[in-house]
């Protein structure tokens, strides 16, 4: 045991004061040096700038940042560089935290900088100073890292997490500029074969804007994947970036696409009210958001086959539960369609748009929550190995409380809004006007809550029926004994589980008749109660190994 002194205490909370505000002070000074050197190279490099009313401010900021700053970070990291020798202060937690902090945020603004003002040069604009910044920036990654990765200065903490985060942030540049490009191309070749007429910038310009940044999103993503070996990591943060990231985004990406190409399908088909390029306007887009979202879902759906069985149950209550909202999400628009069309004359025109998007999110939602929910194939869902895990437990919980939670707020709103109509002389919308919408989220909601509480009681009937069960034979044991009666009353309960009242003998009975005989063991309990039924029994033991059942009336 291990007594920590008061002194000992003081130290360490000490210490931790220290290297908060060390760390704190040392991040602030490289932000301050940073935006100080990215201010004073952007005015070497812009060329065209014009000295005006003013502009003596940006660059006196930029050389009292560099200047001032840069010699006191250098004097604090020198400091700091010192402390790094005591294997204690690489093991902290804000020593780990400094690096990662520092790193993302370095990351994050150097290479969006950089990506912006390349885009921006594609388009015919020059950035000089977002030039200046995103190297300078990136700069600033590169020395931290290096600190990651040496031996003198590596943390023992947090170490992966940068490398993590890092890829999260190159997949989501990667998909917005992939999903912008495919948005450009796809539109362009629905503008050709609808012979409309195009305004504005030629349409490859955002093309290759949006090209810069997929590859430099898919450049960053690739760096941390493949080189920093995130994709052999199996800490609970990386198992959670891969689900959030790469199976929940991409799914609502999917989903999102997919939903939309067919709602204008089907308003092409019953619902030709607006122009036909203004009725195919949200179609390259849901195709590129469909075509990107499904190919990242494929590759994190690979990559999750070498990972725990838990994570890939909870990737799949995941998707399930997002597939499970768009269903919801549709019934209710649908019910909102039929309740408005059941009273045209208040409520307008038939909502013919409104009813086919709701369709469009109930069949797209439906049918991917029915593929992976799967709830016709066992009693057991296919997501979870057996009806008492617990992320299938917690996903069931989590369902049905938050369903539940809508719902009764959606009936608050019904009944304020029929005691407004009643209170006060309200002209405009009908009744039905006012509530319908409310009614089909209510419909929803309380749908999908009561059939999740069924199965989780379903699953809790089974857990229970599952549960290895004895049979109580007897109801009450006393147990008259002369030694180690702790002992025997306990392998009694144990065998036969009844509750155990102990009667001792009068002391010296047993050394007298049976002094040398030692006390009978489980097996020999086990053999005198089996078969016994009653509800009361007297045990009787000693001397010696003498054991003797007695069953008692009443």
Do not use: C
Not at 329 to 353: D, F, K, Q, W, Y
């Amino acid at each position: 045991m291990t007594i920590t002194r008061p002194s000992q205490a003081s130290h360490s909370a000490l210490q931790i004061v220290r290297r908060v505000i060390v760390y704190t002070l040392l991040f602030a000074l490289v932000v301050i040096t940073a935006i100080g050197l990215s201010g004073l190279i952007g005015e070497v490099i812009d060329s065209n700038r014009v000295l005006a009313a003013g502009a003596s401010t940006g660059l006196a900021q930029s050389l009292a940042f560099t200047l001032i700053g840069g010699p006191v970070a250098a004097l604090l990291w020198w400091v700091v560089r010192k402390k790094l020798s005591d294997q204690s202060e690489r093991s902290s937690l804000a020593w780990g935290l400094y690096l990662a902090v520092a790193q993302i945020v370095a990351l994050v603004t150097g290479a969006s900088t950089l990506l912006s003002s390349a885009a921006a040069l594609v388009g015919g604009e020059a950035r000089p100073r977002g030039v200046a910044t995103g190297i300078v920036w990136l700069l600033v990654w590169v020395w931290h890292r290096r600190l990651s990765h040496q031996t003198a200065t590596s943390p023992t903490r947090l170490a992966t997490v940068p490398a993590i985060l890092g890829q999260v942030y190159g997949l989501v540049i990667a998909v917005g500029g992939s999903t912008g490009l495919l948005s450009t191309l796809f539109n362009e070749t629905i503008r050709t074969l609808t012979e409309s007429a195009m305004i504005g910038d030629p349409w490859w310009r955002p093309a290759l804007q949006s090209l810069v940044w997929a590859v430099g999103g898919a450049v960053i993503w690739w760096w941390f994947w493949a080189h920093e070996g995130v994709r052999l990591l199996r800490s609970g943060l990386a198992n959670l970036a891969v689900i959030l990231a790469g199976i929940m985004g991409a799914s609502i990406l999917t989903l999102t696409g997919i939903g939309t190409t067919v709602y204008v399908l089907l308003r092409l088909t019953a619902d030709r009210s607006e122009p036909l390029t203004q009725l195919l306007n949200p179609v390259a887009f849901a195709l590129a958001a469909a075509a990107v979202g499904s190919l990242v879902w494929l590759h994190y759906r690979r990559a999750l086959l070498a990972r725990s069985t838990a994570a890939q149950e909870a990737s799949a209550l995941v998707v399930s539960g997002i597939a499970l909202i768009a269903a919801a999400s549709g019934l209710g628009v649908i019910i909102n369609a039929t309740l408005a069309a059941l009273a045209p004359a208040l409520a307008g025109n038939t909502p013919r748009t409104l009813l086919l998007g709701g369709i469009s999110a109930l069949l797209v939602g439906g049918l991917l929550w029915w593929r992976v929910w799967q709830p016709g194939v066992s009693p057991v869902s296919p997501v979870s190995a057996a009806p008492g895990a617990t992320a299938r437990r917690v996903y069931l919980v989590v369902v049905f409380g938050l369903s539940a939670v809508v719902a009764l707020l959606t009936l608050l709103l019904i009944g304020y809004r029929l005691f407004e109509i009643l209170l006060d002389d309200v002209t405009g919308a009908s009744l039905v006007d006012r509530i319908r919408a409310p009614i089909g989220l209510l419909a929803a909601t309380s749908l999908v809550a009561g059939y999740h509480f069924i199965v989780w009681r379903r699953d809790r009937d089974r857990i229970e029926a599952d549960a290895p069960t004895r049979p109580r034979l007897i109801e009450q044991i006393i147990l008259v004994t002369g030694s180690d009666a702790q002992r025997q009353s306990q392998i009694i309960q144990d065998v036969s589980g009844a509750s155990v009242t102990v009667w001792m003998r009068a002391e010296g009975e047993p050394d007298e008749r049976a002094p040398a005989a030692e006390p009978p063991e489980q097996l020999a309990l086990e053999q005198a109660l089996q078969g016994v039924e009653a509800t009361r029994v007297l045990v009787l033991i000693g001397p010696g190994a003498r054991i003797e059942v007695i069953p008692l009336a009443g």
